[in-house]
């Protein structure tokens, strides 16, 4: 009977309440949570902002600005909260970092701070950004911001009228008229923060802050130098901004002058046939030199990004530089009057480097002007006192003196450009000698064009043997078609097809960003010079004299030669010095180093089975080491007796291991550590 009960019962609740009961809490409940935060501040006003708002109160009554949407969510979400500081509800002013003051209205307080710059009453160079988030006013006067120039925008309208521009342009007024009279302002990143700027001015609204001077400022100074940016790919742009703080061009016109540790210098720098706003600026350092491009592929010499260069053109002059470095040294006093001495080293002084070496150094210990030198030739001979006299040197009687001549780094090499002899604060003789090395085009150099398409020159082909246009035009370089498609550097060849018609007409042609001849404009001038209008060219082959199947693309473009030239990088090593910790061999090209092998070249040579290569390769450390058979530690060898013993078993059997220098050097660290490292030694 109660299970009976027990089972009717419940099944007439379910079939009631779900029906009933929560349709109605449903509809109940959330007006209640919408309402609560609305009435209760109103109904019980003296109790509740007493007890739980001293402690916490929600995020969205701090920050004034903020007016709209987000109260609806946090008031879902009432565990958010931030505790409030016991401060009041004023916002701190920042004064280049520290803590200035505080403010009631911060809006009004920046508001007021700006119009009172932009009359000329605080500094131009003063700027100030309200942070509602933070609730901070920040204000910036230090140096190191990177600041621009922005026209200043009231009501929708740009304070740089026509009018303005046109005293601009009889010269009436000139740049700093307008950054006094608040037309023009300067803003850092942080400003910038706090404005709505309009790129052009067809664009303004009222609410508008500012408007730029040119579409173009939005880009860097590298990547305003690439014509024809908004045809390509952003990330292209990128590279090629980089690409052009690498190019090798005209750093100085004073370089002769100079005497930086090293640079090096175009020889023939051209200005960019196209040419952007920027470039117009930057006219007297050009960085690069116009050529003749066709994009074909050549006898499989320009696979993937690889490039190929007339020989003639080289022969011509084309991307000549000269690389530049300058050593120095000081003639010092040390205490006790000892000092440095400027003069060619005779023998007998510790370190002599031999009668030869000193050869080209003048009778004052400097080298000549225009003398030819190469790795380790001695340019200024220099004799210093000895810091440490050995046991061995006293018993010698060696002179205390060492050799301590300035030689030309290793892997370098060129003709002494200049000999500078100056003096240091301390007052002691300073000695420059500056190395010019010409550096003509080879294979393994490194070019680019402005588009972030760089290559490196695999083949030089004598001028006879590049093909032809039928007017005899023969490309300076060849690129693979390639490198088109995939990087989607448009610009690249609209660049091309401006260039060939700049050339054509003896015209520069301006390819600013989002400002410049339009495509459409660039084919009708071709058509009219009875060009064809895209480009394309009926190019011969320079060997066979037959003409090609298909068309080429060819045209003018602006290259770049980068700073990575193979001359500074090639290296091998059969001997040389090793390091004294691992006594395995240095690393890098200008400690003389060797070419490590690392883990995956070793698995090459495993899999090709060449295991004497192997064993070579990795004995460069090799060494014979005494262990103790006893208790396994290595054990001392004494050369004068020629006798090896443990040094903690006295008279147990010591055996020779062949091992290398770096298991040793493991071995003691472990010591080091407290870690007893035994090794078990067997005949085989
Ligand atoms: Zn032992």
Redesign the pocket.
């Known amino acids: 009977m109660k299970k009976k009960r027990a089972l009717k019962k419940p099944v007439k609740k379910v079939k009631k309440r779900p029906t009933k009961r929560p349709v109605k809490k449903l509809t109940k409940r959330p007006k209640r949570l919408t309402r609560k935060p609305v009435k209760r501040p109103t109904k019980k006003p003296a109790r509740k902002p007493i007890r739980k708002p001293k402690l916490e109160r929600k995020v969205r009554r701090k920050p004034e600005a903020i007016k709209t949407k987000p109260i609806k969510h946090e008031a879902r979400r009432p565990e958010v909260r931030i505790v409030e500081r016991r401060v009041s509800r004023k916002t701190d002013v920042y004064f280049n970092g520290r803590v200035a003051c505080e403010i009631k209205n911060p809006a009004d307080f920046v508001e007021n701070l700006r119009k009172k710059r932009r009359m000329g009453l605080i500094s131009h160079q003063m700027n100030i950004v309200y942070y509602p988030d933070f609730n901070e006013v920040r204000v910036n006067t230090t140096h190191g911001r990177t600041r621009r120039p922005l026209i200043i925008v009231d009501n929708g309208k740009p304070k740089l009228t026509d009018k303005i521009l046109k005293k601009l342009n009889k010269g009436e007024i000139n740049w700093s008229y307008l950054i006094q009279h608040g037309i023009v302002e300067y803003l850092d990143a942080e400003e910038e923060e706090d404005t709505y700027i309009a790129l052009k001015p067809e664009d303004l609204t009222r609410e508008h802050t500012h408007l730029e001077i040119d579409p173009i400022t939005i880009l860097g100074t590298s990547a305003a130098l690439i014509p024809y940016p908004e045809y390509n790919r952003g990330d292209r742009i990128n590279y090629g901004a980089k690409m052009v703080g690498q190019a090798i061009g005209l750093m100085a016109s004073n370089f002769p002058m100079r005497a930086d540790t090293k640079f090096n210098t175009l020889s023939y720098p051209q200005a960019p046939l196209v040419r952007t706003n920027i470039s117009d600026i930057l006219d007297e350092y050009p960085e690069g030199q116009n050529i003749v491009v066709a994009i074909m592929c050549h006898d499989g010499y320009n696979l993937n990004d690889a490039i190929v260069i007339n020989k003639s053109s080289i022969e011509r002059g084309l991307f000549r530089s000269v690389y530049f470095r300058t050593y120095e040294t000081i003639k010092k006093k040390y205490w006790g009057g000892q000092e440095d001495e400027i003069r060619i080293p005779e023998p007998g002084i510790k370190g002599y480097l031999g009668e030869e070496a000193y050869v080209d150094i003048g009778d004052d210990g400097i080298i000549n002007t225009e003398t030819r030198v190469v790795s380790d030739s001695v340019l200024i001979g220099k004799v210093s006192p000895l810091r440490f006299l050995s046991a061995e040197d006293f018993a010698a009687d060696i002179e205390n003196r060492r050799e301590t001549s300035v030689t030309v780094r290793y892997g370098e090499e060129g003709i002494v450009d200049d000999v500078l002899i100056s003096e240091t604060v301390d007052s002691d003789q300073l000695i420059k000698v500056k190395i010019r090395d010409q550096r003509i085009l080879e294979v393994g150099d490194k070019l680019a064009s402005r588009h972030g398409q760089k290559g490196v020159i695999s083949l030089l082909v004598p001028h006879e043997d590049m093909p032809f246009t039928v007017e005899g035009v023969v490309p300076d370089l060849i690129f693979n078609p390639h490198a088109i498609p995939s990087r989607m550097t448009i610009g690249q060849l609209l660049e091309l097809l401006a260039g060939k018609m700049g050339a054509m007409s003896g015209k520069s042609i301006d390819a600013s960003a989002f400002n410049h001849i339009r495509e459409d404009e660039i084919r009708k001038v071709m058509k009219s010079m009875g060009l064809r209008e895209d480009g394309k060219q009926v190019l011969y082959d320079g060997k066979k004299g037959m003409q090609y199947d298909v068309m080429i693309f060819t045209g003018l473009a602006y290259y770049m030669k980068l700073d990575h030239m193979v001359s500074d990088k090639i290296h091998a090593r059969s001997r040389g010095p090793v390091t004294l910790l691992t006594k395995q061999p240095t690393e890098g090209r200008a400690k003389r180093g060797g070419l490590r092998l690392g883990e995956m070249e070793q698995q090459c040579l495993v899999g090709h089975g060449a295991v004497l290569a192997l064993k070579e390769r990795f004995d460069s450390d090799k060494t014979m080491v005494p262990i ?6 290595v ?1 001392i060898h004494d050369i004068a007796k020629n006798r090896s013993y ?4 006295k008279d ?1 059997e010591v055996v020779w291991v062949e091992t290398s220098y770096a298991f040793k050097l493991t071995l003691d660290e472990l010591k080091s550590m407290g870690i007893y490292p035994k090794l078990g030694t067997e005949e085989i």
């Open positions: 103790c058979t006893k208790c396994g530690l054990a443990c040094g903690v078993c147990s």
